[in-house]
């Protein structure tokens, strides 16, 4: 029985590769100790897997910046406006020009890749795209691994997902297919796959997890089409086709499992129940399947047992031989390594398994199923399940009734949105086009060290207190003189607005180097939810008191809503997601009523992330949104007519999840705009009907420039002829957190001068 791994984490168990990249970017450090740098990570994660016993080790899965970048280069695809004079080999200053941009060419597009939060970045395509072979980093990394006495299963991204993934380069016309590229494209593959053969490869594994999502028959058609195209090619070698993130649709599994010169197939076990049941309904006999049971999108210890009677029923549906034990997508979107977390206590890092520990579940099954069964592994791992199940630092009996009672109402605010409007209005007395920010203001170095500080003890709680009181003195009396209406408090005493929660939570924990891979050098280090997930008492009341008490306007009590703090955090997988994002609200819900009694007359509830939750397939989507917008109505579903409570969303695709933002019921939605102006009218024109205030940003925060006012009057007019002036809110797209004074300063001058004269002239 053999053990498998699609792939690993590149960053390095303390970020090292991050660093390097950084370093060698500031100039600091030259290409030679880059390559350094990731030749030693490459090195040891092989050799990690090696000892580890995994037999299928993948390669190519290092990256500088992303493999879907890395597929452009090695099909020499680089937009014209990065100067590569095409032939030979793609250098690392055009690759880092396509990923990050230079001084006179902004970085290609960047998105999320599926519903994880790794971005990759988006290649650029038309009809007149000349490929060639441009990178042989794949059959490099493969010699380097087999120098090592490693023979390794070399992974490229497949050609039809590379295509699927792509967009149309600017200007091209809109009847142009980017799969009619595949014919093009397919011919440098074949380059590859003849190298890696030469180089002594027996084995090749293609990524295709496009193969999930809801495909029509002419993009399932490209797959047939190109693996046969592929055959000949391929023949003599194993080709693997690896596929993830969802249950696999009936159409595709008929597709994948029929294709030519195919002698392998990889599937998500763990987010793929169906997929199960699919493969007990036939598997195609002499196919290899490996089989995805060791989950690669979450930091939990795998039930051994569980797994084990998962794989004992395959083996009797593809045979003892064929079957491959593996990982249910790549290990990239996990945490690195456990050892490194010296903070945690032992009892709640048994429960845990980062990458690292993860090859080591990989292979335990694996040797099971050989007749090599590691009983003490086994009687560990179900002696920390046990005590996972029945811990009291999981269970909290008041909260899991509380989320139980929940479900059997509907969570709504009694009076509809115009009418709480108005009794707010008559309390608030705002302006027409009332100007506001998103929260955070600018995080100096001497905010982030007052912090750091007190988390290390080196200042005393007192001190804290009076620095940050210092600083949201500054920030209100700021906010007056630029005559902003609804003030806020700056949010100075929050590292990460997820985090800053979560620490006040119970059942959350905290890693020190628990990071996952973002984009290019950035990672997260999202909290761990083990437990039930309750409010011990007041999180922001003491803070947006303060501020209240500092000024005559109206004070926003800034808060994180439930959906956003779930999706930003590695959720428990003993319950549904949806049981405890529940819990999370009844955490916030207790917040918001604190709020109120305070004297708080304007809550935000931020959701900047409920739009990523959003599962892949089509058939998922309405219950996800159906529980994640009741989580969000149950905030604040018990609060007078009077509180006023906006939520602000981060910039995402909103088009088809409308009529979900509308049924949150907030009075006021403020909403990141100015990167797709026409593509969000349509949810402000719903918007208006619906009635609710709203505050499309009317300028970018993400860049230091500072608009002018005439150029944001410009905005809000566009804004106006398609919004009714009275549901018009003015405000920047997101937090300034990221930005200097010197910039917020007279952006938010400009800002308030627009929203004036725009007033004197309706
Ligand atoms: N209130 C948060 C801030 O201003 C919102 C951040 C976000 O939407 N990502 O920082
Ligand atoms: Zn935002």
């Not at 029985?1 to 990249?21: D, Q």
């Not at 920030?475 to 929660?501: A, T, W």
């Amino acid at each position: 029985m053999a053990s498998h791994i699609v792939g690993y984490p590149r960053i390095g168990p303390k970020r090292e590769l991050k660093f390097a990249l950084e370093s060698f970017w500031d100039g600091k450090t030259s290409a030679k100790e880059l390559q350094d740098v990731a030749s030693d990570l490459r090195l040891s994660i092989w050799k990690q897997m090696a000892d580890a016993g995994i037999k299928y080790i993948p390669s190519n899965t290092f990256s500088y910046y992303d493999q879907v970048l890395d597929t452009t280069a090695m099909l020499g695809a680089v937009p014209s406006r990065y100067g590569w004079s095409g032939g030979g080999e793609i250098g690392l200053d055009i690759y880092f020009s396509m990923a990050r941009g230079n001084a006179s060419v902004p970085a290609m597009e960047m998105t999320k890749w599926f519903d994880t939060n790794y971005h990759y970045i988006v290649p650029e395509l038309g009809p007149d795209v000349e490929f060639s072979y441009a990178s042989h980093k794949a059959v490099q990394e493969y010699k380097e691994a087999k120098a090592l006495g490693v023979d390794t299963v070399p992974v490229l991204v497949g050609p039809v997902s590379y295509l699927l993934l792509s967009k149309p380069a600017k200007g091209v016309g809109k009847l142009f297919s980017l799969l009619s590229l595949i014919d093009k494209i397919l011919p440098v593959y074949k380059e590859v796959v003849a190298e890696l053969k030469a180089a002594g490869a027996s084995w090749i594994q293609f990524d295709e997890p496009t193969l999930v999502m809801d495909l029509d028959s002419k993009k399932l058609c490209a797959f047939t089409h190109a693996y046969k195209e592929l055959e000949l090619s391929v023949s003599g070698l194993n080709v693997l086709i690896e596929t993830y993130f969802a249950d696999i649709p009936i159409e595709a599994y008929k597709t994948v499992t029929a294709l030519k010169g195919v002698t392998a197939i990889g599937f998500d076990l763990v987010r793929g129940s169906k997929t199960l049941d699919l493969i007990r309904n036939g598997f195609p006999s002499g196919k290899y399947l490996f089989a995805g049971v060791v989950d690669g999108r979450n930091i939990w210890a795998n039930d051994l047992d569980a797994s084990l009677s998962t794989l004992q029923a395959l083996e009797g549906t593809v045979g003892k031989d064929k079957l491959v034990v593996s990982t249910s997508c790549s290990l990239l979107h996990t945490a690195v390594d456990l050892v490194n977390e010296t903070k945690l206590d032992k009892e709640l890092k048994s429960w845990l398994a980062f990458a690292a520990q993860k090859l080591l579940e990989v292979n335990a099954l694996a040797k099971t199923l050989s007749g090599l069964k590691d009983e003490a592994f086994f009687s560990a791992n179900a002696a920390a399940l046990a005590s996972r199940r029945s811990s009291p630092r999981v269970i909290n009996e008041p909260v899991q009734k509380a989320a139980a009672a929940v479900k059997s109402s509907d969570h709504r605010r009694a009076t509809n949105v115009s009418s709480r409007l108005e009794s707010q209005q008559r309390k608030l007395n705002l302006p027409v086009l009332p100007t506001t920010t998103i929260g955070s203001f600018p995080q100096t170095p001497e905010l982030r060290k007052v912090r750091r500080e007190y988390k290390a003890n080196i200042i005393s709680e007192e001190e804290y207190v009076k620095a940050i009181k210092k600083e949201i003195e500054e920030v209100v009396k700021l906010q007056e003189e630029l005559d902003i209406d609804v003030l806020v408090h700056g949010e100075p005493e929050r590292n990460d607005m997820v985090e800053y929660f979560g620490e006040q939570l119970s059942g959350f924990a905290f890693t020190k180097n628990g990071w996952v891979q973002s984009y290019g050098s950035r990672c997260v280090k999202p909290p761990i939810i083990y437990g039930d997930v309750g409010r011990p008492k007041a999180m922001t009341v003491f803070w947006s008191m303060l501020a209240q008490s500092m000024t005559k306007r109206p004070m926003k009590g800034m808060l994180t809503g439930p959906v956003t703090i779930l999706n930003w955090s590695f959720v428990r997988d003993d319950q549904p997601r949806s049981e405890t994002c529940y819990q999370i609200a009844l955490a916030i819900k207790n917040e918001v009523q604190d709020l109120e009694k305070a004297g708080i007359n304007i809550i935000q509830i931020d959701e900047a992330a409920l739009r990523e939750g959003l599962p892949l397939r089509k058939s998922e989507q309405a219950f996800y949104l159906d529980w994640a917008v009741q989580s969000f109505r149950i905030t604040n579903c018990e609060v007078q007519d009077t509180t006023q409570i906006h939520t602000h969303m981060c910039y995402s695709n909103f088009n088809d999840i409308i009529h979900s933002i509308i049924d949150m019921d907030a009075d006021v939605i403020t909403i990141e705009n100015s990167r797709s102006d026409e593509k969000l009218l349509s949810v402000f024109r719903e918007g208006v009907k619906y009635g609710a205030g709203i505050g499309p940003g009317v300028y970018d925060i993400h860049s230091p420039r500072i608009p002018s006012s005439l150029e944001i009057c410009d905005r809000i007019k566009k804004m106006v002829s398609v919004l009714e002036t009275n549901v018009l809110w003015i405000n920047p797209d997101c937090g300034l957190k990221t930005r200097k004074y010197s910039e917020v300063k007279p952006a938010l001058t400009n800002m308030v001068g627009a929203a004036k004269i725009t007033r004197m002239l309706l």
